[in-house]
Nanobody
Framework: QVQLVESGGGLVQPGGSLRLSCVASGITFNSYAMGWYRQAPGEERELVATITSGGSTNYAGSVKGRFTISRDNAKNTVYLQMNSLKPEDTAVYYC????????????WGQGTQVTVSS
């Protein structure tokens, strides 16, 4: 059974930092590209950042320079370090695993809430 379990969300003041984690089980982790997505109320889910098995990264323009995605293949974990948080970063953040070869093989986590507010 595949599981992606996110943690690390919460309430933070503008300018603050949070580190999200996503632990994967039931998959061969290094066979998957990993990504973070977010969805604000009333909005479409959007890409935040992705990282390939080899460590290449890609960021949405709105978070570039503030967020950093990384992965630890030994721990089956992907991280999202979020700095200089803004109220517009408020959303539910989801972890996604996409198989390197079978692009239709996709798994999602249940999401973790991030709220940026004073």
């Amino acid at each position: 059974q595949v599981q992606l379990v996110e943690s690390g969300g919460g309430l933070v003041q503008p300018g603050g930092s949070l580190r999200l984690s996503c632990v994967a089980s039931g998959i061969t982790f290094n066979s998957y590209a990993m990504g973070w997505y977010r969805q604000a109320p009333g909005e479409e889910r959007e890409l935040v950042a992705t990282i390939t098995s080899g460590g290449s990264t890609n960021y949405a323009g709105s978070v570039k320079g503030r967020f950093t995605i990384s992965r630890d293949n030994a721990k089956n974990t992907v991280y999202l370090q979020m700095n200089s948080l803004k109220p517009e970063d408020t959303a539910v953040y989801y972890c996604k695993a996409t198989h390197n070869s079978i692009r239709s093989l996709v798994f999602w986590g249940q999401g973790t809430q991030v709220t940026v507010s004073s």
